[in-house]
């Protein structure tokens, strides 16, 4: 399986200034055929499911703020947070969709 | 707009069978536009995906429920189902269907609101 480990485990960052997560996988989940990088971020706000906000590593959903951002190549991937919202606390969480069994990272808490 | 809602037991006991269903509405089950999964998470940690059944009937399950999980679908409901044999304690956790799009291995979006399961006698 791949494992996907999630740096650091949690955060506080002050409203306005910029939050950074990342994300390592246990092998390359990128494709040379396609230049794809296979790796999904998901916000998750207390109570709620999981919130897609990117896919290819670095493509917002429909509807994501664009202070988030997603970037990185072969094992090594990171969340940003531009500008930080007082409603982006949350628990955020990388997935890997590049081989099966689909993993996720264990998760950043992000507080203010 | 895709809405996916699971329903089932919040109780069952150890040894016995979790069986939940994800009703979808604004789409239909059987569209070659979705796929459907289940995954779940445990209380206080992170998600694991269990299963994935595409619009054709193929089925992928996580080796690490090995034979206990059946995944299913109700074309006449536009639903589709889960079942896990054999629950331990281990097997507690808030439990969500989601959808995502096709090709496989792929992402998850939307999810339903997620049901907690609590495996206890």
């Known amino acids: 399986d791949i494992v996907m480990t999630q740096s650091p485990d949690s955060l506080a960052v002050s409203l306005g200034e910029r939050a950074t997560i990342n994300c390592k996988s246990s092998?390359?989940?990128?494709?040379?055929?396609?230049?794809?990088?296979?790796l999904a971020w998901y916000q998750q706000k207390p109570g709620q499911p999981p919130k897609l906000l990117i896919y290819w590593a670095s493509t917002r959903e429909s509807g994501v703020p664009d202070r988030f951002s997603g970037s990185g190549s072969g094992t090594d991937f990171t969340l940003t947070i531009s500008s930080l919202q007082a409603e982006d606390v949350a628990v955020y969480s990388c997935q890997q969709y590049y081989a099966t069994p689909i993993t996720f990272g264990q998760g950043t808490r992000l507080d203010i | 707009q895709l809405q996916l809602q699971e329903s089932g037991p919040g109780l069952v006991k150890p040894s016995e069978t979790l069986s939940l269903t994800c009703t979808v509405s604004?789409?239909?089950?059987?569209?070659?536009?979705?796929?459907w999964a289940w995954l779940r998470q445990p209380p206080g940690k992170g998600l694991e995906w269990l299963g994935s059944?595409?619009?054709?009937?193929?089925?992928y399950h996580n080796p690490s429920l090995r034979s206990r999980l059946s995944i299913s679908v109700d074309t006449s409901n536009n639903q589709f189902s889960f079942r896990l044999s054999s629950v331990t304690a281990a097997d507690t956790a808030i439990y969500y269907c989601?959808?995502?799009?096709?090709?496989?291995?792929?992402?998850?979006?939307?999810w339903g609101q997620g049901t907690l399961v609590t495996v206890s006698s």
């Open positions: 092998q390359r989940i990128s494709s040379s055929s396609n230049n794809e990088n296979y």
């Open positions: 059944i595409f619009h054709s009937g193929t089925t």
């Open positions: 989601a959808n995502h799009p096709t090709g496989f291995p792929n992402w998850f979006g939307p």
């Open positions: 604004g789409g239909s089950i059987i569209s070659s536009s979705y796929n």
